[in-house]
Each structure stands twice: as C-alpha cells, then as structure tokens.
C-alpha cells in the first residue's frame, strides 16, 4: 500500500440473518441480526447469512479480505477477497456479502476479521453455543 493512501475509517460490521437490497433504490434492508448462534448438534452448519460493513474516507482502489476463524486458537474456517473502490473521499461504501456453507466444528466465539489495504479495518465475534439444558 501507498505510505501516503490512509485506510479508510471503518463505520460498521454486522451479521444477520440476510441482506435485502431495493433494485430501484439501492438501499439495503439488514433481517435479523445476531452475535449468537443456538445448536444442538455439532458439527453445525450455517446454510446462508449475510456480513454487511460500511466504510468511509477511503482514495481510490483497495484489495480486501474477509477471514473467518475460531478465535480461541486463530484456526481459518475460510476466507473471501475482492476490491473496493472509492470515488470520493467523502463517499460512504457499502459491502453486502453473501456467506453459504460456513461449517463450525466446535462451541465458543468465531471472529470476522475484514482486511482492507493490507491493514485490519475492522472485526465482528459470533458466538456458537448449545441450547439450555431442559430443568425436569
């Protein structure tokens, strides 16, 4: 990267359940939002879900990378690159992604770290837990 290109400022990460964008208008509808995941049954496996982040103050064109680990030992579960570009300085950018087939093989926390221009920009933690015990 550029010594003088700055990072672009982060202004969010979510998770959710899926991302509706309006073809007519381009606004984006976030459905169901989490940070926890209940299962009975290990290995799980998360069908379909969406990473919405938002951005700003970014110059020009910047590779990204969306990694995926169990953070209590930095394990990769998968990974996604692409490219980002900024028109303005001023422009806020929006990434909409897609996540099918995601398997997790054990409970307890999973980071989304998002890399843009070779730096970390910004992380999001899930949580993977069994469902209550039942009291009789």
Avoid: W
């Amino acid at each position: 990267m550029d010594a003088k290109k700055p990072l672009p400022v982060p202004l969010g990460m979510l998770v959710c359940d899926s991302i509706i964008e309006d073809r007519r208008t381009g606004k984006k509808s976030l459905i169901g939002l989490f940070s926890t995941v209940t299962t009975p049954q290990m290995p799980c496996v998360l069908g379909h879900f969406g990473v919405f982040i938002t951005m700003t103050e970014g110059i020009g064109e910047y590779s990204c990378r969306l990694l995926c680990s169990y953070a209590a030992d930095d394990a990769v579960l998968g990974e996604t690159n692409g490219n980002v570009r900024f028109n303005d300085r001023r422009e806020v950018v929006e990434i909409a992604l897609d996540v099918r087939g995601l398997s997790l093989a054990r409970y307890g926390e999973y980071r989304f770290d998002f890399y843009c221009g070779g730096g970390l920009l910004i992380s999001r933690m899930i949580t993977l837990v069994p469902p209550p015990a039942v009291k009789s």
